[in-house]
């Protein structure tokens, strides 16, 4: 075995800076908006970063308490987010997520429609 991986041409950089995230699932932008970025975080936290040239960082939605996560590793938790297409004027995203149903007894994949 090499002692080092080959070359390919290509490296990784953080993206945005000294901005971390734990457990990210996946990375959104709303329709229409090109310096916005939201980041999926499974634990049930929706980050959203602005000013792209110079990331900062802040809580868009959490929803952590409704969020049932088999974090660090698994397949619960919050897991995805999508904009509506006519988000910038209707203000509706959907989200993802496993949650305990009290009626089954049990845990449920959800998937919601949020306005903000």
């Known amino acids: 075995m090499p002692s080092l991986p080959p070359v390919y ?4 950089v953080k993206a945005f800076g000294s901005v971390g995230f734990t ?3 996946a990375i959104v932008s709303a329709p229409g908006e090109t310096n916005r970025l939201f980041v999926v975080e499974q634990r049930g936290v929706v980050s ?3 000013n792209l040239a110079s990331p ?3 809580v868009f939605l959490d929803i952590s308490s409704q969020v049932i ?3 660090p590793a698994g397949e619960r938790g919050l ?3 999508a904009f509506h297409p006519g988000y910038a ?3 509706y995203f959907y989200l993802f997520y496993t949650s305990w149903n009290s009626n089954e007894n ?5 998937l919601s429609r949020f306005q903000c």
């Open 9 to 12: 041409g290509y490296s990784t």
């Open 23 to 25: 457990n990210p699932v």
């Open 48 to 50: 959203v970063i602005t």
């Open 56 to 58: 900062d960082r802040s």
């Open 69 to 71: 996560s088999d974090q």
């Open 79 to 81: 897991l995805g987010l």
């Open 89 to 91: 004027t209707n203000g």
């Open 106 to 110: 049990g845990l449920s994949d959800r």
